[in-house]
């Protein structure tokens, strides 16, 4: 529990530096906790298929300087916690275009899986749509990509409207801890 302070407190702190480098931003912190079971490891392509609690799958890339991916294996349990961080600034007009920069740090090898990164993109493109009461923003890059955003409450969402060009810049930081889970135990069979 005390390595995710630590690492929830990194994740903060390296979103809230990228945050004082933009004007008019604001910061969205959520931290999420499951137990998921692994159905997939690519170890060529370094991606991790997991079946989180509500049937839902998601796929997680792992980057090359990860050492502990041998150590997961499809049908295992994990415990995940992690802590989603994300700043957003978003202004009026900008050229069509796209860039992106990543920081990554993981867990020694033999550790337990998991790690820290964060990415900072800039994206200029048109929006979508726009969720004024979740307060998500879905914004169409210049290659056809949409990338859905949540805004945090001091973005004025108010003045944007689908159509509108805007350019956004966007730092997210994501830090995991996996821990193994012990199989689930099986009912014993009703005679």
Known sequence: MKRIAVAAAMVVGFVL??????????V??????????????????????????????????VPPEAQNLDQVKPGQQYKIKYIEAVAVEISKGGKPGASQSEKVKVAPKGGKPGGTMVRARQIAGVVDA????????????PKGNVVSLKAADDVPLEQLSAGDRISVTYTE???????????????????
């Open 173 to 191: 930081a994501l830090t995991i801890e996996m821990a193994a889970q012990a199989p689930a135990k099986k009912a014993p069979a009703k005679k």
């Open 28 to 61: 969205a912190v959520e931290e999420t906790e499951a137990v998921v079971t692994v159905t997939k490891v690519d170890k060529k392509a370094r991606t991790v298929t997991f079946r989180g609690p509500r049937g839902g799958v998601a796929t997680l890339s």
């Open 130 to 141: 726009i969720d004024y009461t979740s307060r998500y923003v879905a914004v169409r890059g």
């Open 17 to 26: 530096a990228a945050h004082a480098q933009v004007k008019d931003s604001a």
